[in-house]
């Protein structure tokens, strides 16, 4: 009898927490749907065959400024933008950095209200995320789930060039083709992340809006490019053995996950399982501390690095070249 009255007791709890996740997310996809457009674009390939692609864009100013995924631009420098509200605009592309995978274009007739863009460092595993697409024009796409893992490294190919996104948000929300360039938002509706890609099954990435993005945007917006050092490494935060981290006075590096063929992190002897301690005098803690350095004034100088090697201290010099 106890048990029974039991079970019936946790029911009306149970579905008191499914109405309250229900609310968190019908509360971000109406604050943010309207701000969240589909972008299409079409642009001449060398061959001068017009390749097209779409995607989304997400309004961040109140004068028609949309950030979307530099990949989803292209090699485009115009467009279309279309909102959930059925107007629709021309766009010109203002800027884009392959490295960070984010655009910047602006529409030429008016926008919805912008979105409020958000900090993602302060995100947490495990906390709920919510993610607002318009793909191929499907207006307010939205899925939720939490945050899987943050710090994570994204491969960039495109033909022959490859480049390591750095520091980028992974959730288990579904993301549907066209979803990149969208919004990802926490329970408040800020945005705190610009959704770029479809890693595999139940697997979705995000770039972060953060302290380091902010100043990426920055420099779209002001100059149409950002400047970028390059070393070809991608890497994630690892633990450092006992043993090591009493003797350095450091808790975690940089883990090389994977070493660009032929760029300056090779060229310098870095490999693939190696941690990164130090570079340029500067403690690599995580991906967001490596990609500071990779700024204009680095480009061209000597970078000392040093790394952890089956255990041993290897101390080497890199030159970063300018991305192109």
Do not use: K
């Amino acid at each position: 009898m106890n048990d029974t009255v039991a079970a019936h007791a946790a029911e009306p709890a149970a579905a008191g927490e499914l109405d309250a996740y229900s609310r968190v997310v019908t509360s971000v996809a109406a604050e943010l749907t309207p701000s969240v457009a589909a972008l299409y674009r079409s642009s001449r390939a060398d061959s001068g065959r017009v390749e097209s692609g779409a995607g989304s864009a997400v309004v961040f100013t109140d004068d028609g400024f949309l950030l979307t995924n530099a990949h989803v631009v292209g090699n485009a420098s115009s467009g279309t933008v279309s909102f959930s509200d059925g107007s629709s605009s021309a766009f010109r592309v203002i800027g884009t950095d392959p490295l960070s995978d984010l655009a910047v274009v602006r529409a030429d007739g008016p926008t919805p209200a912008p979105a409020r863009l958000g900090d993602a460092a302060v995100l947490q595993v495990g906390q709920l995320v919510v993610a607002v697409g318009n793909p191929l024009g499907l207006a307010g796409s939205v899925t939720a789930g939490v945050v899987s893992a943050l710090g994570r490294s994204l491969p960039s190919r495109s033909g022959g060039t490859v480049r390591i996104i750095d520091n980028v948000i992974q959730t288990d929300a579904a993301l549907n083709p066209g979803n990149s360039g969208g919004a990802l938002a926490v329970a408040s509706g800020e945005v705190v992340g610009i959704n770029t890609a479809v890693a595999g099954f139940g697997l979705g990435l995000a770039v972060p809006i953060n302290d380091t993005t902010r100043s990426i945007i920055t420099a779209l917006l002001a100059d149409g490019r950002v400047r970028r050092a390059y070393l070809g490494v991608g890497c994630m935060p690892a633990p450092l053995p006992p043993a090591l981290a009493q003797r350095t006075g450091q808790r975690q590096g940089l883990r090389v996950l994977e070493v660009v063929p032929g760029a300056p992190a090779a060229r310098a002897g870095i490999q693939p399982g190696d941690v990164i301690l130090t570079a340029g005098g500067h403690t690599m803690v995580d991906a967001q501390a490596l990609q500071r350095l990779m700024l204009a004034d680095n480009i061209g100088t000597r970078l000392p690095i040093t790394v952890v090697r089956n255990d041993a201290l290897v101390d080497v010099i890199a030159t970063p070249t300018e991305l192109t």
